[in-house]
């Protein structure tokens, strides 16, 4: 029997048990899962499974290179140390299953391959061992699959938590949640047909049981500007699209909308409002049943609706200019629909879109606006009400989540699982506020995750009892300081010039920063930068050094974008809306609050700080994801684009502090319990402590100093070569094992299979001597009592019936029936006919009657009617000559035929001359002269009404069979007959001789038609005919040797036959 063993997807190896039984992981011989050392001697085809492990691990090329083995062989997960590397596949590889979840619940990180369900469920088994609060970080660019990441864990943690108290509601709630965000916070980019369009990051409460009781989403800088424009290709937010395709018609209806998104100016821009790759209708149904779970009424889901059919309205609201080039609402039927959706005051809203007010001096005043103006407030109403309908959804959805239960324990007491999915590094060819935004968040990211890294680097080298070395790496502090800084920031001098009186602009901004950090070497613009830099920037342009790299800013819209600037009279009509929701979302406070709201730079600083925060008192777990190509095509490695957020993401930085220790740390049980047959002193086991037993197999093993340390409860290995070398040697030892083991399995195997047979054996023969025994007494019993029987019957056999003789004349009955069956007669000719006993003569005459007739009534059934009339000719032939002619026994094996001429050998003439009169038979004959005996060729017809003699074209002789009064012939074999007519038939001129070569057929032919059997006369010696008027001859017959008719010296026809046939 042979080791199976199958890759799956996964890079796992498990174990074939049975070709027709379900696979199960590979086991030791303790039942320990094989482990994921278990690939690298695949190292070659699939890449190392660890970038830890890399032998040149300061090189991308090497980086990248493992990456794309790993791809091409459908391996997307790495790690980097404890960081998960993922490849967005953009194909669905079976890899998320219950049975995976199974595979990776409860296992240590390391003894199975990549997956983001290892990384799931280590964190979650920290939260409830360690009860210390996780965070899982994902980031990655879009499209990278960050969000399917977090879809996959919080799958995982539905999948495998314990049920809440509360039943299943809150996890249904928690994944329920995600459509919703995505409907309204996502949207079709140029990158990704599902792009987040804002970051997440998500709270999942857990109670001391480890069940998912509630939960807490946080969002960050929502990009609104995407409500009123999109780049070509793209999309606005996916709400849109699904509400005019999945709508019903009285939804629609009510809220004025028509099922075209081409009539709506915020969805056409980017001329991409249908997407192959997107259902927008059935998407719309998820959205909608989603709502429902997360306890959304239906006021509140139809309030909800109103607003964003407002936004589409708001865009289709147009302005004209009159007289004084002060903007009007041209489009009423869009305003009253606002107003109604709204629910706000028509003229109002008319004139706080062409109006703006203005406060000077204690006194409000409105200005008008011109066209330019107006179409910027008409669009900024839009982003303000989305932007804040969505911060509203995230509260809704928050209130949904939190637990309800009042004896449940407090959010302090219990552990929280954070999940944050953030937006990657950004570097498009116009990069501008939002960029900023997201790199400088990125940068705040890496920082922290660069910090914990080495943090939990540290931490680990001391538990172990090992001398910590500093590292060397780039601290971005300066970075964030230069963006971040009170005073002399970036975010800081942006407010500043925002707030300042007097005509601020980009470009002034640009100066302020020009003369504030111009000395700081990772800031440049066109006018600090040198000759050569100055060709690639422009002069409304500045440049920042990145950890990641160099990115360019314009600042273009930098201060409207950081001012976000709604006009108050906009505001107080907001303020006054009867919609529910738009009532939450416009606060009056906001209108009596004098101080000026904090720009969208400074909010995003504090919650980015905030975030930090959270993150820092968390314990970290890191997902970074990577796109493989722009177009979405599965199998595709583009190196350019991947080496590009290998650079962004930090990787190879992640790589060099992982790597500036030890590359290979493992406990010492599960060191020694995968590597302890290369030493003969630890196999097959070791009975001492396993830190003991890996110092004697490293000994063994020839390790130097330089090259691992011995930790309190773990080996580290510096170098990956010197673990690539012990699993080769693995893999050799292996197969010598393998030898061993599969010998003895198979002597063990088959003495085992051999005893079974032979027990089996014996009992088979004994249990089968004794059937048989058994049945031979038996058959002796029986034929003994069989024979006295018969016995004592053929005693009495002639006794009248009694129980002594019964059953020998039942045997005797039997025996006769039984031998008849055998022997029935096979035909009607067959006489035969078994003798039978003499109580059953009776009954065998009647059944050999009945047989007869059965096989009478058989052949009868079975004859056609040609046959049948075969037969009834042949029977008047045996009834006219049998006995009484010589040569009647030649002709009876003979058939008889219809006739034997055909229509062709008779002249048209003759068939002309009779008329419709049919020819029954046609036979060729002789005629003999009446006086000369002269002998002449003839055709004998019968017809249905006579006989006709014709000779060639002309009918000689006409005889109806009213006036032939009979047949003569002789009783030899001659061949001659005479037809007799009436002599009183003036008509014919006498009796016709005739000879025929088929007499018996012919006659009895004749005699059939003219119905004339009875009046064959078959005579011996002589026959006498008429020849003439007055005038009668004779015909002599006599035996001879052969045949002769000639004319005899009296006048007669002597005729000399030879006997054929003794009568």
């Known amino acids: 029997m042979a080791l199976q063993v199958e890759l799956i997807p996964t890079g796992e190896i498990i174990r074939v048990v049975h070709p027709h039984r379900p696979c199960k992981l590979a086991l030791g011989s303790d039942g320990v899962r094989v482990t994921m050392e278990s690939a690298l001697t695949a190292r070659d085809r699939v890449g190392v499974q660890d970038f830890v492990l890399l032998e040149n691990f300061t090189s991308e090329a090497a980086f990248i290179e493992n990456l794309r083995r790993r791809f091409r062989e459908n391996l997307i997960y790495t790690y980097i140390g404890p960081v998960l590397v993922s490849v967005n596949p953009y194909r669905d590889l079976q890899i998320y299953s219950r049975q995976h979840m199974e595979r990776y619940r409860g296992v240590s990180f390391y003894e199975v391959p990549p997956h983001l369900f290892a990384v799931a469920d280590t964190v979650y088994r920290a939260l409830r061992t360690e009860r210390r609060d996780q965070a899982v970080m994902i980031s990655g660019e879009s499209g990278a699959g960050k969000t399917e990441a977090t879809k996959r864990l919080l799958q995982f943690y539905a999948e495998t938590c314990p049920a809440p108290e509360r039943g299943g509601a809150v996890r249904d709630q928690l994944l329920q949640s995600n459509p919703v965000l995505e409907a309204f916070g996502n949207a079709k980019t140029l990158r990704n047909d599902n792009s987040s369009r804002f970051g997440k990051y998500m709270d999942v409460q857990f109670d001391f049981k480890g069940a998912p009781v509630g939960g807490h989403i946080l969002s960050y800088l929502l990009e609104k500007s995407r409500v009123v424009h999109q780049n070509h290709g793209e999309r606005n937010f996916h709400v849109f699209y699904q509400l005019l395709e999945g709508g019903e018609e009285e939804t629609l209806r009510r809220l004025g909308l028509e099922r075209n998104a081409q009539s709506y100016l915020y969805l056409v821009k980017g001329q991409c409002a249908k997407v192959s790759s997107i259902n927008d209708k059935s998407d719309w149904k998820v959205v909608r049943k989603a709502l429902s779970v997360i306890d959304f009424t239906e006021d509140e889901v139809e309030d909800l609706l109103s607003i964003v059919a407002s936004v589409l309205h708001l865009g289709n609201i147009h302005f004209a200019a009159d007289e004084e080039s002060n903007a009007q609402v041209t ?13 706000v005051e028509g003229s109002t809203l008319r004139e706080d879109l062409t109006h703006r007010k203005i406060i000077a001096k204690g006194e409000e005043l409105l200005s008008p606006l011109n066209l330019e103006q107006a179409a910027y407030a008409r669009d900024a109403l839009a982003k303000a009400v989305y932007s804040r309908t969505f911060t509203w959804l995230v509260e809704k959805i928050n209130r949904s989540l939190a637990s309800k239960d009042a004896e449940s324990p407090s959010w302090r007491s219990t552990t929280v699982l954070g999940l944050l999915d953030i937006y990657g590094f950004e570097v498009f060819q116009h990069n501008s506020f939002e960029q900023f935004c997201i790199n400088y968040c990125n940068e705040k990211l890496q920082q922290l995750f660069i910090e914990l890294t080495l943090k939990s680097e540290q931490e680990e080298y001391e538990a172990e009892g090992i001398a910590w070395e500093p590292v060397q790496y780039f601290n971005n502090k300066i970075i964030c300081d230069l963006v971040e800084e009170k005073f002399k920031g970036i975010i800081s001098i942006l407010d500043e010039e925002c707030l300042r009186p007097g005509e601020a602009t980009d470009l002034t901004f640009l100066e302020k920063l020009e003369d504030t950090v111009k000395l700081h070497p990772h800031f440049l613009t066109h006018k600090l930068a040198d000759q050569r830099t100055r060709k690639s920037l422009g002069r409304g342009e500045f440049r920042l050094l990145h950890y990641a790299g160099e990115v360019t800013y314009s600042v273009t819209g930098f201060l409207d974008k950081n001012n976000d600037l709604l006009f108050r009279n906009l505001k107080e009509t907001m303020c006054s809306s009867k919609n529910p929701i738009m009532s939450q979302c416009f606060d009056r406070s906001e209108l009596s609050d004098k ?4 720009t969208v730079a400074t909010q995003f600083k504090m919650s980015l ?16 994801c990577i796109k493989p190509n722009d177009a979405k095509q599965p199998g595709r490695f583009d190196e350019v684009l991947i080496r590009h957020q290998v650079k962004y993401l930090g990787l190879m930085e992640n790589l060099r502090v992982r790597r500036a220790g030890f590359a290979y740390r493992r406990k010492y049980e599960a060191f020694l319990q995968r590597y302890k047959s290369l030493c003969p002193d630890t196999w097959p086991t070791w009975a001492g402590r396993p830190q003991d037993g890996v110092a004697v197999l490293v000994r063994h093993l020839n390790y130097k100093p330089e090259e691992y340390k011995m930790g309190r409860t773990k080996i580290f290995i510096r170098f990956p070569k010197t673990l690539f070398a012990t699993e080769d040697a693995l893999e050799v030892r292996r197969q010598s094992l393998a030898t061993k083991i599969q010998a003895s399995w198979r002597g063990f195997h088959w003495q085992q299979k051999f005893l079974r047979v032979k027990r089996s054996a014996i009992c088979i023969q004994s249990w089968w001597r004794g059937t048989l025994g058994r049945r031979r007494a038996a058959k002796r019993k029986w034929a003994a009592q069989t024979i006295r029987r018969l016995i004592r019957g053929f005693i009495l056999r002639h006794a009248p019936r009694c129980p002594e003789n019964a059953f020998f004349l039942d045997h005797v009955r039997t025996s006769f029936l039984l031998t008849l069956r055998r022997q029935l007669p096979r035909n009607v000719l067959d006489t035969s006919w078994p003798t039978p006993p003499p109580a059953l003569r009776e009954a065998s005459e009647l059944l050999r009657d009945l047989c007869m007739k059965n096989m009478v009534w058989k052949y009868c059934r079975s004859i056609s009617p040609e046959w049948k009339q075969q037969l009834q000719q042949k029977a008047v032939a045996s009834e006219i000559f049998k006995g009484k002619k010589d040569n009647y026994p ?4 003979r058939l008889f035929i219809s006739t034997r001429l055909g229509t062709d050998e008779i002249s048209p003439r003759v068939l002309q001359a009779l008329g419709s009169e049919p020819i029954q038979y046609a036979v060729p004959v002789v005629k003999y002269d009446r006086k000369g005996y002269r002998p002449r060729s003839r055709q004998l017809l019968l017809t249905p009404s006579a ?19 009979g047949i003569s012939v002789s009783s030899l074999s001659d061949s001659l007959f005479v037809l007799h007519v009436q002599r009183e038939d003036n008509k014919q001129k006498g009796d016709v001789v005739l000879q025929s070569d088929h007499v018996i057929e012919t006659l009895t032919k004749t005699a059939l038609s003219a119905d004339r059997v009875n009046n064959i006369n078959i005579n011996q010696g002589s026959i006498t005919f008429a020849g003439g008027p007055g005038r009668d001859g004779i015909i002599d017959f006599t035996p001879g040797s052969e045949l002769l008719i000639t004319k005899a010296k009296n006048g007669h026809l002597a005729v000399v036959a030879p006997r054929l046939n003794s009568r």
């Open 331 to 343: 489009t009423e039927n869009q305003l009253k629909y606002l107003t109604r959706l709204l629910g």
């Open 595 to 598: 101080k000026r709201p904090e």
């Open 609 to 624: 700080l905030q975030l930090v925060e959270i993150l820092k008192s968390k314990e970290p777990a890191y997902i970074r």
């Open 890 to 893: 030649q002709s009876v094996p």
């Open 947 to 965: 006989v006709v003699i014709v000779e060639d074209a002309k009918v000689k002789q006409r005889i109806d069979y009213a006036n032939l009064t």
